[in-house]
């Protein structure tokens, strides 16, 4: 098991919750809105059981720091501010005259 799923783990059965539910609860605790799929009723019951906790600032600080050692970043797919977009073909730039 690698650390970052290692501390994923000890922290989801010292608050008796699913790996899962500290995977979107840290996405809250991040002041995003996750928007998880469920495509069974244990989906939806990890989906609600990551509600109305928070996960501490020591806890959030552990899974950043086993995040760090993994040798990438990854800035995911949230609104960003730029002058290009994906048009299919590539990057096209734009600006407004």
């Not at 989906?43 to 720091?65: H, Y």
Request: proline letters at 3%.
């Amino acid at each position: 098991m690698s650390p970052l799923l290692s501390t994923m783990d000890d922290i989801a059965a010292s608050r008796e919750k699913t790996v899962a539910q500290v995977a979107l609860n840290y996405i809250v605790c991040k002041d995003v809105i996750p928007i998880p799929g469920a495509h069974s009723i244990g989906q939806v019951k990890d989906n609600a059981g990551a509600m109305g906790w928070r996960l501490t600032d020591s806890e959030v600080a552990k899974l950043e720091e086993e995040t760090d050692k993994l040798g990438f970043h990854f800035e995911g797919a949230g609104f960003k501010r730029t002058s290009e977009k994906f048009v299919g073909y590539g990057v096209e730039k734009w600006s407004l005259d």
